[in-house]
């Protein structure tokens, strides 16, 4: 990464660090000892200024005499400053304490973690490969933390682990929840298939299934392959909105969509219209402003979303998640009706941009060309870039994103500005949006 993006990113970091800060995610002032209390004030302001380097050194000097304090810092070094270094070396320091030295810490951080959920999320990353049986503890006293994002990564852990300690905590968060009510049910459910082997539609038959099988099921010795994803279970019996015929159920979702020239496009076949339809009716931006207005009508209350539209420029409905009501449904319709597709392809700017709500749980990002931003800055130069971003950013979050192309070379309309520039191989676009889904638990769409 040269130095010009490493600043960028590591100054939306420290942006980042600001805002959990000011929430509230640090410990309570007073709470170190007299020996961490100045170790606890460098940190901050390192995460303040963004200043990576100081961060590792502070580390590397905790680490060299720990304490129960220490670990409270390692802990909000890891949570507020989105590093692969920092996280890395954070990781390696905890780790290397012992589970026995880690307990009282980490037991307090998920106390706190309906404050602090960055913090309790910290936890879990820590205790997912760690030996049982405390550091299984940990992951299911997540659990019971009051925050989505937490409970999703703790899912995702026991699942790694196949932990039949797991079963009857993920049915409890089924009937907390509702089965196919929100991303915690359908991430439970994807652990339990996993975990089990089966799939109930009705928490009875949960329930039985547990009765009858406790004493003898090992999760270790089953081959349950897949399972489900965030945004692909079908249950006839539920109205779930569609983005180019996939579901989408979650109900924190944030819509990137790109707004770039090359969205002036149109493509023969495929739906809407069909080969032979008028090319007005076929060109990308139109389809896609015609399938997000119809993915938001249909979300359903209890819903947040929000759009992010993006060219050379950054275009948001709103800065937050807005419930799904009709007053926000109204307002997103005409705001994707003024939508115009013009210029390059930030998408770059664009997931920084998706990120910056720390409520979001799940990215949908549609676009139609590799990211660019000019002749010096393409795709060679963006791709990694965004990859390395993503990989900082969602190292706790477990966002899952889910990726949508126009993947055909496409024709430009008549009369078009962009006439004289010929189409692009989508070969580039479609193996950065493949790995980007990929790394984040999600998948590729390709739309015809």
Known sequence: MDSRPARAVLRFCARLAAACAAAALFFAPGQAAAGSADAERQLAKAIADGDEDRIVAIFEQLAADPSANDVELILQGVALFPSARVYDLGMESLRGLGAENLDGAFRKALKKGQQAPLLAAAVVAAAAPMAPPLAEEWLLLALDVDNAMVQRNAIDALRERKSKNAIPRLIDLLERYGIGKNMVAYEAESALLFLTGREYDLLEDWRKFWDANKDTLDPAKLDAGGGKTGVTLKRPELTVPEFFGVEVVSQKVAFVVDMSGSMTMWDEGGEEGGKGSAWQVRQRVVRTKRQLGAA????????????????????????????????????????????EANHATHTDEAMRAAFEDPNVDTIILLSDGAPMRSREEGPAQLIPRILDDVRSLNRLRKVRIYCFGFDGRGEWPPGSKYAQNPPEDPAEMVAFLKQLATENRGSYTSIK
């Open 296 to 339: 938001i009508s249909k979300l359903p209350r209890g819903a947040y979303f929000n759009i992010i539209a993006f060219n050379n420029a950054i275009q948001h409905f709103q800065r937050r998640l807005v419930p799904a009501v009709p007053v926000w449904k109204e307002k997103a319709g005409a705001f994707i009706d003024r939508l």
